[in-house]
């Protein structure tokens, strides 16, 4: 059962995270310009409203973007995915917030290529009506976990894929592995950017070393910690993204991203980040 909504969350403290990372990774592929293919195996309806019942039932938003929006010392790469959350909005206001397959649609050159899995129906009519017919866009109504075999390797071997799962139960945190298992079999000097929530479950606090045994050529993992977990120890604390063979300049730009995320979006004395990594 596919209960979870992004529209929820869009634009909180978690999609500042992983959106900025995503953008960085784009513009170091962009540097090329040999075409690569970008795989978004859990694309969501692509944008959400701010405005709208859901996201305004939780207001989540206004601890992420929200306390971004009018920052006039934002960072260089916060700086450049604050102007895409804007690109979206051109009336100048915060009324609606990209999801990753619109980050990839403002990113993206025409060469390059973008498959986007959305299992949710809803969402999926979404997204297909907002990208189905962009050329060099694809939209699949199924598995991004079974799809993504498929698409790999892509023909110019330059591809980055992002898996951004709901981690609804606890099945997703073994699929991400045993995806990337297979994936990194058919393309292994693929850029892999994989989203996890910090919840109080085994899986997710364990996922990080996992993810490092996957890692043939080197990796990097960026958590982004921001609020306590309530009293019986649910909620959001915060968030990771694991990138296995990331651009090696991405190190030094979250050097001067993260410490800033936790003085901005940080909602107690206890917000911190951790940011490692292995180079080979
Ligand atoms: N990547 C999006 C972004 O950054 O804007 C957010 C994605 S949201 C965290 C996860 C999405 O995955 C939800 O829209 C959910 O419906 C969808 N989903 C869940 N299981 C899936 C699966 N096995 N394959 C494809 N999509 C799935």
Redesign the pocket.
């Known amino acids: 059962m596919?209960a979870?909504?992004?529209a929820f969350?869009?634009g909180n403290h978690a999609?500042v995270l992983?959106?900025t990372v995503?953008t960085l990774v784009l513009r170091y592929m962009n540097q090329k310009a040999k075409p690569y293919r970008l795989v978004?195996?859990?694309?969501?309806?692509?944008g959400?409203s701010l405005e709208g019942r859901y996201a305004l039932k939780k207001g989540e938003f206004e601890q992420g973007i929200g306390r971004l929006w009018d920052r006039d010392d934002l960072p260089e790469a916060v700086a450049d995915y604050v102007a895409r959350v804007r690109e979206f909005n051109p009336q100048g206001t915060p009324e609606q917030y990209?999801?990753?397959?619109?980050?990839a649609q403002m990113l993206l050159r025409a060469q390059d290529q973008l498959r986007l899995?959305?299992?949710?129906p809803t969402?999926?009519r979404i997204l297909e009506s907002y990208l189905g017919k962009v050329k060099g866009a694809e939209v699949k109504n199924?598995?991004?976990?079974?799809?993504l075999k498929g698409q790999l390797p892509p023909s110019t071997r330059r591809g980055v894929v992002?898996i951004?799962?709901?981690?609804?139960g606890h099945g997703?945190y073994a699929?991400v592995i045993a995806t990337l298992r297979e994936a990194l079999a058919r393309f292994a000097e693929g850029v892999y950017v994989v989203?996890y929530p910090q919840v109080q479950k085994v899986e997710a606090a364990e996922l990080p070393r996992r993810l490092q045994a996957l890692a043939p050529k080197g990796w990097l993992h960026a958590r982004l910690t921001v609020q306590e977990p309530d009293s019986q120890g649910f909620g959001l604390a915060g968030s990771g993204v694991f990138i296995l063979n990331p651009p090696y300049t991405l190190h030094d730009e979250l050097l001067a991203v993260m410490p800033y995320l936790v003085d901005v979006l940080g909602q107690f004395d206890g917000a911190n980040y951790l940011l490692e990594h292995r180079a080979d």
């Open positions: 596919l979870y909504r992004h969350h869009a999609d992983k959106h995503l978004d195996t859990h694309a969501g309806a692509g959400y990209p999801g990753s397959p619109a980050f899995f959305e299992l949710h969402d999926y199924a598995d991004g976990f079974e799809g992002l951004d799962p709901s981690y609804e997703d699929r989203w």
